[in-house]
Antibody, heavy 122, light 110 residues
Framework: QGQLVESGGGLVKPGGSLRLSCAASGFSFSDYYMSWIRQAPGKGLEWVSKITTSGTNKYYADSVEGRFTISRDNANNALYLQMNSLRAEDTAVYFC???????????????WGQGTLVTVSS | HSALTQPPSASGSPGQSVTISCTGTSSDVGGYNFVSWYQQHPGKAPKLMIYEVTKRPSGVPDRFSGSKSGNTASLTVSGLQAEDEADYYCISYAGNHTPVFGGGTKLTVL
């Protein structure tokens, strides 16, 4: 059974930076696209970013484009999210999740981590 | 793509059935059979309950079922139990690498 464990969250001032990590185990990490999804306090889920298996292609929500960078280290089964120029509205629990595709179409997220809280405040 | 539309809340008594809707467009929900549903208890990670509109992952009780008609997908919980009280989210393929999310529905078991 696959497992995802996020880390790296914390309190950061507006304009600051933070790097989140997601450690994967129990499955062949390099075979799967991976995503970051966030949830602001008391709000719904919001997709943030996705990365392909090799790391060649990366996709971002408009709200984080140009500020966040997704990356992965397949040798160490790790996913990362570098967050720069943080704003108050980036305050959220950040989840990493495994993407499943079917016939080339995005299908669903089957594994989710427990999340890590990022608070942007002065 | 705009977010999918879900009712903010739904409720039912133990043993009853409740259905939660998820309305999109012909570019997402109506155009593909890639709608999934997730259950989230407070402070926990979302859990996959239904994928590809109607399929249940191993371990999900058959009290949970999914369907779709036109641009609206639905999640039905039959024989409501106290532990079903949670937030439920729908997500759909939207024609690119960025799936579109519903706003979530808070299910209350009365």
């Amino acid at each position: 059974q696959g497992q995802l464990v996020e880390s790296g969250g914390g309190l950061v001032k507006p304009g600051g930076s933070l790097r989140l990590s997601c450690a994967a185990s129990g499955f062949s990490f390099s075979d799967y696209y991976m995503s970051w999804i966030r949830q602001a306090p008391g709000k719904g889920l919001e997709w943030v970013s996705k990365i392909t298996t090799s790391g060649t292609n990366k996709y971002y929500a408009d709200s984080v484009e140009g500020r966040f960078t997704i990356s992965r280290d397949n040798a160490n089964n790790a996913l990362y999210l570098q967050m720069n120029s943080l704003r108050a509205e980036d305050t959220a629990v950040y989840f990493c999740a495994r993407d499943r595709y079917s016939g080339g179409y995005w299908d669903y997220f089957d594994y989710w981590g427990q999340g890590t809280l990022v608070t942007v405040s002065s | 793509h705009s977010a999918l539309t879900q009712p903010p809340s739904a409720s039912g008594s133990p043993g009853q059935s409740v259905t939660i809707s998820c309305t999109g467009t012909s570019s997402d929900v109506g155009g593909y059979n890639f709608v999934s549903w997730y259950q989230q208890h407070p402070g926990k990670a979302p859990k996959l309950m239904i994928y590809e509109v109607t399929k249940r992952p191993s371990g999900v009780p058959d009290r949970f079922s999914g369907s779709k008609s036109g641009n609206t997908a639905s999640l039905t919980v039959s024989g409501l139990q106290a532990e079903d009280e949670a937030d439920y989210y729908c997500i759909s393929y939207a024609g690119n690498h960025t799936p579109v999310f519903g706003g979530g529905t808070k299910l209350t078991v009365l």
